[in-house]
T-cell receptor, first 110, second 108 residues
């Protein structure tokens, strides 16, 4: 049982480049989330998906798009990366109870 | 506006000490979570509680719903307990709100 698998673990992008962060969970959870973590701040919600086929904006959605491809997978896309998007990104899933987190993606935009 | 406030922000303790981390929240919740994050590592859930008290080994979590307050206690602290401890609350809409974390260092 892998839990929440997030790729890649590290990424360096140039300003203006695009990329997709992948997330998959094997726990049959309905809810999935994308957060970013910055120094001195709590985890901030970028987007979440309450169920397959639905997505909603969180606290800091600007510059990001998401796709809930199926119940297992929830991807986060940066269309045109900016230095302000340098952060650690976490995917999470929940069945309404405990939350399970991926290992994180450390993204640097130069 | 922070829905979840933690204290202290940083904590250094000698091995064996009893440690308390506090969390206050301002929103209505369905549950409160304590999470642990090791340096360079992922985040793992320690506790989920909606009332009373839970215990796992040397860790104890309590919550007072009326006062909107929770505490995480570590008894007989050990250097391997060094990590960031994060308080998170979940509202009835299944949204999580996170504190900024307490960075704990336990010195041998």
């Amino acid at each position: 049982n892998a839990g929440v698998t997030q790729t890649p673990k590290f990424q360096v992008l140039k300003t203006g480049q695009s990329m997709t962060l992948q997330c998959a969970q094997d726990m049959n959870h309905n809810s999935m989330y994308w957060y970013r973590q910055d120094p001195g701040m709590g985890l901030r919600l970028i987007y979440y998906s309450a169920s397959e086929g639905t997505t909603d904006k969180g606290e800091v959605p600007n510059g990001y798009n998401v796709s809930r491809l199926n119940k297992r997978e929830f991807s986060l896309r940066l269309e045109s990366a900016a230095p302000s998007q340098t952060s650690v990104y976490f995917c999470a899933s929940s069945d309404g109870g405990e939350a399970f987190f991926g290992q994180g993606t450390r993204l640097t935009v130069v | 506006k922070n829905e979840v406030e933690q204290s202290p922000q940083n904590l250094t303790a000698q091995e064996g000490e009893f440690i308390t981390i506090n969390c206050s929240y301002s929103v209505g919740i369905s549950a409160l979570h304590w999470l642990q994050q090791h340096p360079g590592g992922g985040i793992v859930s320690l506790f989920m509680l909606s009332s009373g008290k839970k215990k796992h080994g040397r860790l104890i979590a309590t919550i007072n719903i009326q006062e909107k307050h929770s505490s995480l206690h570590i008894t007989a602290s050990h250097p391997r307990d060094s990590a960031v401890y994060i308080c998170a609350v979940k509202n009835t809409g299944n949204q999580f709100y996170f504190g900024t974390g307490t960075s704990l260092t336990v010195i041998p």
